[in-house]
């Protein structure tokens, strides 16, 4: 894919900046970067705290013809590619919990936010948020048992090798995606670096919770968990929240 990276300053959300492009008429593979955020977006309706000078916002514009039913499945590919990004810069291994956040040492250390808009039942843009915590050194109270950045855990990188890094990393998983629509060819990745794989974990529904055992994921990126009655659930990522019985992980 190629790529136009747009530069910022300052703004308010690089996922809104895309969907705006998007509505402009900016091609598949622009991307938005910023140096911090006035309004970042997290998943669920949450903030994004995005200080200046410290961490990797970014966010690329997609204009697939696939049909919109396969979009969530561009989280994960972005998660793989993120993690193997930062394993290639960092040199160390990072975990991913489903469906996309990237783990060091039990905390997340990025997230992803995927949003589409459409226009007459087709895609119009997908936009692929990331925000990897890169020097950030204090987290507000309420995130610091579940939040770090790569400088907390000794590690550094330049945030546009980084990124750099991520785009050439998707470009391959992309590709691998296309050819079937579906996460086939990634899976056994995937799979690798999934931490809830074979552990417990509480899947918070809208409709309840219950508990089982995350067994891997499916071609779809569904979240395959088996319940204590032998069941094997297909978890879709949407409005579902998975826990470990431990912690965040
Ligand atoms: C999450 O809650 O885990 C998702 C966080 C996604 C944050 C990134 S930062 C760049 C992009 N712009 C936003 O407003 N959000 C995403």
């Known amino acids: ?3 136009n990276i747009i ?3 300052r703004t308010g959300s690089t996922n809104e900046d895309a969907k705006r492009l998007a509505k402009e008429g900016a091609p598949e593979g622009t991307v938005v970067v910023a140096d911090s955020q006035d309004a970042g977006k997290g998943r669920r309706g949450r903030k994004w705290i995005s200080p200046p000078g410290s961490n990797l916002y970014f966010t690329l514009l997609l204009k697939p013809d696939f049909s919109p039913d396969r979009a969530s499945m561009l989280t994960l590919v972005m998660a793989l590619s993120v993690a193997e990004a930062l394993e290639s810069v960092a040199g160390i291994e990072f975990g991913i919990k489903w469906p996309n956040d990237i783990v060091l040492n039990r905390k997340k250390i990025c997230g992803i936010l995927t949003e589409m808009t459409m226009q007459d039942g087709v895609i ?13 050194k ?7 048992t579940t939040a770090t950045s790569l400088q907390l855990e000794g590690l550094s990188c330049e945030r546009m090798e980084l990124l750099n890094c991520i785009l050439e990393c998707f470009t391959k998983n992309y590709e691998a995606f296309l050819k079937c629509l579906d996460l086939g060819r990634l899976k056994a990745r995937y799979e690798e670096k ?11 529904e809208p409709s309840g919770e219950y508990g089982g055992r995350a067994l891997g994921i499916n071609e779809n990126g ?3 968990v088996e319940t204590f009655d032998g069941k094997v659930k297909e978890i ?3 409005e579902v929240s998975v826990r470990g019985i431990y912690g965040y992980v």
């Open 1 to 3: 894919m190629k790529y």
């Open 7 to 9: 530069r910022l300053e």
């Open 124 to 136: 119009e843009g997908l936009v692929i948020g990331v925000g990897v915590n890169v020097s950030q």
């Open 138 to 144: 204090e987290f507000p109270e309420e995130l610091q």
């Open 194 to 204: 999934l931490l809830n794989r074979g552990k417990e974990v509480r899947v918070l």
């Open 222 to 224: 569904e979240l395959l």
């Open 236 to 238: 879709f990522a949407g």
